[in-house]
């Protein structure tokens, strides 16, 4: 079983639309979580940290469920922009800072 | 500006070719990292760096080789034991009370 995974899509919706991503990890001591944005051919950057109540930044909410270890990225009023790969990344307990991605979830709006 | 630079953009060379990946960040971050993405695949970690002059191997660390001896710059060395060393090459950096990384705009290798 991989330690982080999202289902791997595409996703192909209208300009407007929500989507969800879901992805699971299995390290029930994992720290903590994130989203990380990826364009085609570019480096991953930091969408935003999840965190055990839910938060929300603008029209992305992140939602982390500890007890079934699921995290959740919902995207409402979808931009073409929107359009890229959405990595999911935990990062196990201890010193360390490492960080285990998953394969990233692939997102397209459409005009 | 403040950020992570890396070269160069694409690199070409031949199998049995020792070649050096270029990292170097002015964020002021302790933890600097090395990964590697194929297509299709999530970043694995080659290798990580939380203080100079010290680093340790990540999940895929054989046929790399990397040195810390100044804060800003960490060097990545794909020798010609890595079997298969064409990817996408991403360096990142934390500062050292923190899990978030920022990554810098990656180096293509290409092997043949």
């Known amino acids: 079983r991989k330690e982080v995974e999202q289902d791997p899509g595409p996703f192909n919706v209208p300009e407007g639309a929500t989507v969800a991503f879901n992805c699971t990890y299995s390290?029930?001591?994992?720290?903590?979580f994130f989203w990380y944005r990826q364009d085609c051919r570019k480096e991953p950057k930091l969408l935003m940290s999840?965190?055990?109540s839910g938060n929300e930044d603008g029209r992305f909410t992140a939602q982390l469920n500890r007890a079934s270890q699921y995290i959740s990225l919902l995207i409402r009023d979808s931009k073409l922009s929107d359009s890229a790969t959405y990595l999911c990344?935990?990062?196990?307990?201890?010193?360390?800072?490492?960080?285990?991605f998953g394969s990233g979830t692939q997102l397209t709006v459409l005009p | 500006d403040g950020g992570i630079t890396q070269s160069p953009k694409y690199l070409f060379r031949k199998e049995g070719q020792n070649v050096t990946l270029s990292c170097e960040q002015n964020?002021?971050?302790?933890?600097m990292y090395w990964y590697r993405q194929d297509p299709g695949q999530g970043l694995r970690l080659i290798y990580y760096?939380?203080?100079?002059?010290?680093?340790q191997k990540g999940d895929i660390a054989e046929g790399y080789s990397v040195s810390r001896e100044k804060k800003e710059s960490f060097p990545l060395t794909v020798t010609s034991a890595q079997k298969n060393p064409t990817a996408f090459y991403l360096c990142?950096?934390?500062?050292?009370?923190?899990?978030?990384?920022?990554f810098g705009p990656g180096t293509r290798l290409t092997v043949t």
């Open positions: 990142a950096s934390s500062m050292f009370a923190s899990h978030e990384q920022y």
């Open positions: 390290n029930s001591a994992s720290q903590s």
């Open positions: 999840v965190y055990s």
């Open positions: 990344v935990v990062s196990p307990s201890g010193s360390a800072r490492q960080l285990t």
């Open positions: 964020l002021n971050h302790d933890a």
């Open positions: 760096s939380q203080i100079v002059n010290d680093f």
